[in-house]
């Protein structure tokens, strides 16, 4: 199973940018395509962005697009998520993902991700 560790999670103020990073080791980190999840307070997982094992296509939710930006070094086993703009709603445990069986309808949905790192803490203050 591919294991996943993320990093770069901390605490910001409004408006200020932030970029995770999620090392990948265990197996061909290019055989998954990649996501990133966040729990906020009082809600449950939910997804952000996912991207294609290339990096070819990338998917966002609503709250992510225009203002977040996934990609992928394959030759580095690492997955990013590059926050811009950040709002105190984006409080929250950032959570990497991967999946070996992704389709571009999958990956829209954000739905199918069968391996999960530890999480890493964003915290953006008022």
């Known amino acids: 199973q591919l294991q996943l560790v993320e990093s770069g999670g901390g605490l910001v103020q409004a408006g200020d940018s932030l970029r995770l990073s999620c090392a990948a080791s265990?197996?061909?980190?290019?055989?998954?395509?990649m996501g990133w999840f966040r729990q906020t307070p009082g809600k449950e997982r939910e997804f952000v962005a996912a991207?294609?094992?290339?990096?070819?296509?990338?998917y966002y939710a609503n709250s992510a697009k225009e203002r977040f930006i996934i990609s992928r070094d394959n030759t580095k086993s690492r997955a990013y998520l590059q926050m811009n703009s950040l709002k105190p709603e984006d409080t929250g445990i950032y959570y990497c993902?991967?999946?070996?069986?992704?389709?571009?309808?999958?990956?829209?949905?954000?739905?199918?991700?069968?391996?999960w790192g530890q999480g890493t803490q964003v915290t953006v203050s008022s």
């Open positions: 993902a991967a999946d070996a069986w992704a389709t571009s309808d999958t990956l829209r949905r954000g739905t199918g991700f069968g391996s």
């Open positions: 265990g197996r061909t980190f290019s055989n998954y395509a």
């Open positions: 991207i294609s094992w290339d990096g070819r296509n990338t």
